[in-house]
Nanobody, 115 residues
Framework: QVQVVESGGGLVQSGGSLKLSCEVS????????IGWYRQAPGKEREYLAR???????QYEDAVKGRFTIFRGTTKNVVYLQMNNLKPEGAAVYYC?????????WGQGTQVPVSS
């Protein structure tokens, strides 16, 4: 079983920056990808970015150039650096551990954005 824990959420002003963390633990495979998503109240979960095990990254157009997904010094921690946050970015942010057999989700971390 794989555990996923997001952290780093908190109130941020519109135009501000925040760095979220995603830590995976447990029975992880040697190779896996990490995805970041967010879900605003009353809306569907939205894909933001993905970090492949080989280091490649992909971003949804709405956050490209403002968000960066990257690994820390240890493989099991992945960050999402968010710059120039917009009011519509207020949401619960989720991390997904992605592997061949299936994935695991964390409980999310809330990011309110004040305008």
């Amino acid at each position: 079983q794989v555990q996923v824990v997001e952290s780093g959420g908190g109130l941020v002003q519109s135009g501000g920056s925040l760095k979220l963390s995603c830590e995976v633990s447990g029975r992880t495979l040697s190779a896996y990808d990490i995805g970041w998503y967010r879900q605003a109240p009353g809306k569907e979960r939205e894909y933001l970015a993905r970090l492949w095990d080989n280091g490649l990254t992909q971003y949804e157009d709405a956050v490209k150039g403002r968000f960066t997904i990257f690994r820390g010094t240890t493989k099991n921690v992945v960050y999402l650096q968010m710059n120039n946050l917009k009011p519509e970015g207020a949401a619960v942010y989720y991390c997904e551990y992605i592997s061949g057999p299936g994935g695991s989700w964390g409980q999310g971390t809330q990011v309110p954005v004040s305008s």
